[in-house]
């Protein structure tokens, strides 16, 4: 096994266009420390989407388009697949921050695939289906 120990790594040319860095699905890391071992493939997060407006999305990765089926009711559309329907989502969200400033975004309709998962937000006490504000989403869990 050999050891590389760098202060910088640039591409060959020197452009600013990046370096690519490849690593392989085993890679892992320290913990902050050094007590345990982590996969650094497992403990990235995979996708990600901000909704503005019900159904714009504001910045995404991964995402490949969002189906608004009705109000907060919407269908976010993985680009590459996960590996399987196994994955863990966090959820944000919020409407109308001056008078009705709690909502809860959860899995909604039916069950999440590898390519897609549906939401709903609603009030603690009722249904409603008004756009939300803000929506955020984060998935995590194996890429196909």
Not at 34 to 53: D, E, F, I, M, P
């Amino acid at each position: 096994m050999s050891t590389l120990a760098a202060d910088t790594i640039t591409n060959v040319a020197g452009s600013s266009a990046g370096t690519t860095i490849t690593i392989d699905k085993d890679s892992t890391y320290n913990s902050e420390g050094t007590a345990v071992t982590q996969n650094l493939v497992q403990s990235l997060c995979k996708h990600w989407t901000r909704v503005t407006g019900g159904d714009t999305v504001a910045d995404s990765f991964n995402q490949s388009s969002i189906t608004d089926n009705s109000g907060s009711d919407c269908t976010y559309n993985i680009n590459n697949d996960m590996a399987n329907a196994n994955y863990s989502n966090s959820f944000l969200a919020t409407y109308d921050n001056n008078t009705n400033p709690f909502r809860t975004l959860g899995y909604f309709g039916s069950a999440p695939t590898a390519s897609a998962f549906r939401t709903h937000g609603f009030y603690d006490t009722t249904m409603a289906t008004n756009d939300m504000t803000i929506s955020t989403v984060a998935t995590f869990g194996d890429l196909a």
